[in-house]
């Protein structure tokens, strides 16, 4: 099998809703974007990595700091959407998406998404870590997710699945974490179907795939996210730069 160019893709967008400029707020010497941008820079597993962003604020300070952007439209329903319309035509084969408000993102979740792709049947793949608790999991904006013995999702949900009827001892409930890895023809054909009736319920954009009949592969990881979402997010990831 011939070597798979792997790049990874970070989009961008300036207008958050929860945290408007969030990306580029201070988190120590560097904007959250530039941490991001870095950490997967760092783990060396990539051909290019890009910074796919509507703003041209994050543009420019990527650019000045010598790494690699590129503007999009502004209209996009997602940050899938986005990294589709930037990779359209690039000899790639595999593209891993990153959250730009991941700062702290490691190496070793990277490597296990990547090398899913060793095996031509995965078109699709994320990650997931076990909860500590099931008080844990009753977050719903703690995605959950189930699998099967061949390690496929089987369903996504903000509610708590599986549902513990017997309060049975030794359920594993398991967190998805929103990094996923594409190969390009599943993405492209991603952006060609309209959202799915279970995508529109649970608001979970994966849910479109597995409604296609895209099977979704899941690495399991201990990676912690550290996600910036809100202002006491900032301050908590500050917190930790400084240990």
Known sequence: MKEQKVIAVIPARYAATRFPAKLMQQLGQYPVIVHTYNAVVKSNLFSEVF???DSDIIYKEIIQRGGKAIMSMAAHESGTDRIAEAVRDMDVDVIVNVQGDEPF???EPLQKI???FRSDAVQVG???RKFGSEEEAQNP???KVVTGKNGKALY????IIPYNRDQKAGVA???HIGVYAFRKEALLKFTTWPQSILEQTEKLEQLRFLENGVDIYMATTTYQT???DTPEDLEKAAAILNQ
Do not use: E, P
């Open 105 to 107: 993102m490691q190496t």
């Open 126 to 128: 994320s990650l997931m």
């Open 173 to 175: 409930y398991y967190l």
């Open 226 to 228: 550290v996600a910036i």
């Open 156 to 159: 996504f949900s903000r509610s």
């Open 114 to 116: 990547v090398a899913l």
């Open 141 to 143: 904006n703690a995605v």
């Open 51 to 53: 910074v796919v962003t």
